[in-house]
């Protein structure tokens, strides 16, 4: 049975792709930071299922907790931040930094830290965000920050080959990240992206859990980005 690790998994789109992967057959590690909604997670997970609770922010907490897992076959960051989002002329830059510090560095730390612990034939898979294609005005920061990550995919999967290393860009998908409007504000603005992607729907969680495990399960794919957007990159 192969070991998964997912950081963030204690919601959203970690929380699915823990699910999707246990029914799968595989071990599974979920890493959050908030011990209640952790001890929840892994009582609906079952007996297929640990967890830790982490603090992606600090290396050495994170260095730490990969000793203390032992080998690991395959690594999904989940890990999101909130910060970074308005308009550039409005645009606070130490929110910005913030976004970075919450996003882009949490998810290289762990990057780095499971390196001395997964095995070469594994994979790590990033999770991004529509943001860098989007070009929607208001998300210049979180373009920034995905980007970022993003376009040292095909370098880490040169450089650390034959471990794969891929990324997978989400679109509007229905989770908690979300929470920063007000229910009706957010069932209104769903309601407008609904009438905007081609396939008519904001998307599920499980819509990218389902891509994250065939990058688990296909051992030819390595460097790549992709989208799970129902179309709205095209828009």
């Known amino acids: 049975m192969q070991n998964v ?16 992967l246990i029914a799968k057959g ?17 009582k609906e997970l079952g007996p297929n299922a640990t967890g830790k609770s982490v603090d992606a922010t600090n290396s050495e907490v994170l260095k730490q907790a ?6 690991i076959d395959h690594l999904v960051i989940a890990l999101s931040g909130g910060k970074g989002m308005g308009r550039f002329a409005d645009l606070n830059l130490n929110d ?7 996003k882009f560095f949490p998810q290289l730390q762990m990057a ?13 898979t990033f999770i991004t965000s529509i943001s860098p294609r989007s070009k929607a005005p208001g998300t210049a920061g979180l373009g920034a920050i ?17 471990l794969r290393i891929n990324a997978v860009a989400p679109g509007v998908i229905n989770t908690t990240w979300w929470d920063f409007l007000p229910p009706e504000k957010k069932q209104e ?17 499980d819509d ?10 296909n051992t030819y794919i390595t460097g790549q980005v992709i989208a799970v957007d129902g179309g709205l990159s095209l828009v």
């Open 208 to 217: 990218v859990a389902g891509l994250i495990a065939t990058l688990i399960e």
């Open 96 to 102: 910005l930094r913030q976004g970075f510090e919450g």
């Open 66 to 71: 990969m000793a203390e897992i032992g080998q």
């Open 189 to 205: 603005t769903f309601n407008q992206y609904n009438q905007t992607i081609p396939l008519g729907r904001v998307g599920e969680p």
């Open 26 to 42: 595989f071990n599974v590690v979920i890493l959050g930071r908030d011990m209640e909604k952790l001890n929840q997670a892994l």
């Open 112 to 124: 780095q830290a499971v390196l001395p612990y997964i095995t070469t034939t594994g994979s790590i």
């Open 146 to 162: 995905n980007g970022a990550i993003e376009i040292m995919v095909p370098t880490l999967a040169k450089e650390l080959k034959p």
């Open 5 to 20: 690790v997912i950081a963030g998994g204690t919601s959203g789109m970690g929380f699915a792709t823990a699910k999707l």
